[in-house]
T-cell receptor, first 116, second 116 residues
Framework: AQSVTQLDSQVPVFEEAPVELRCNYS??????LFWYVQYPNQGLQLLLK??????LVKGINGFEAEFNKSQTSFHLRKPSVHISDTAEYFC??????????????FGKGTMLLVSP | NAGVTQTPKFQVLKTGQSMTLQCAQD?????MSWYRQDPGMGLRLIHY???????DQGEVPNGYNVSRSTTEDFPLRLLSAAPSQTSVYFC???????????????FGPGTRLLVL
């Protein structure tokens, strides 16, 4: 069964500083990896996803993530954060499946707190 | 194109009451899911559907029922509300055909439920 671990529940950072949000996954088959963002009192929206190919994935709002199969990680990075990046970030995984569908498993989330 | 819509936005119930959370999408998506979000727990899958007439249980299905009579609608029923069902509920949908497990899920704005 698939699982996701987000190692940090909260990451405080100053504006314009770089940030890395960590995500590790566990799965016995090929996986698809996602980062979703949730702004206060809103639903989730997709930041980026890894399906196959290049291990460096670029997403919206200047975020990027790198898939590392040997370390089973998919860490999210941004070189310079803004106040508006304050939100909760969720890593998620789904597995390859003969049926063509697999449920999405989420990590517990990391709250990114950007201060001036 | 309204995307995924959920009603109501807020609801207060007394223990033992029943209610239905509504979810609709206008993107002709095959796959629809219900999640609950609790502090420190991330999102947990309650039920999902891979098409009209087909539903299956997720990680936390107890106390909830679903049905999928049309492609557009996927209501979630609480049969006898309990305080443990106090949560934020999100509905999501995905196309599900082209990329299968790699498809992006689109989330509704959520329903905040308080059970007294």
């Amino acid at each position: 069964a698939q699982s996701v671990t987000q190692l940090d529940s909260q990451v405080p950072v100053f504006e314009e500083a770089p940030v890395e949000l960590r995500c590790n996954y566990s799965s016995s088959v090929s996986v698809y990896l996602f980062w979703y963002v949730q702004y206060p009192n809103q639903g989730l929206q997709l930041l980026l996803k890894y399906l196959s190919g290049s291990t460096l994935v670029k997403g919206i709002n200047g975020f990027e993530a790198e898939f590392n199969k040997s370390q089973t990680s998919f860490h999210l990075r941004k070189p310079s954060v803004h106040i508006s990046d304050t939100a909760e970030y969720f890593c998620a995984v789904s597995e390859d499946s003969d049926s063509g569908y697999s449920t999405l498993t989420f990590g517990k989330g990391t709250m990114l707190l950007v201060s001036p | 194109n309204a995307g995924v819509t959920q009603t109501p936005k807020f609801q207060v119930l007394k223990t033992g009451q029943s209610m239905t959370l509504q979810c609709a999408q206008d993107m002709n998506h095959e796959y629809m899911s219900w999640y609950r979000q609790d502090p420190g727990m991330g999102l947990r899958l309650i039920h999902y559907s891979v098409g009209a007439g087909i539903t299956d249980q997720g990680e936390v299905p107890n106390g909830y029922n679903v049905s999928r009579s049309t492609t557009e609608d996927f209501p979630l029923r609480l049969l006898s509300a309990a305080p443990s069902q106090t949560s934020v509920y999100f509905c999501a949908s995905s196309l599900g055909i082209i990329q299968g497990p790699g498809e992006t899920q689109y989330f509704g704005p959520g329903t905040r439920l308080l059970v007294l």
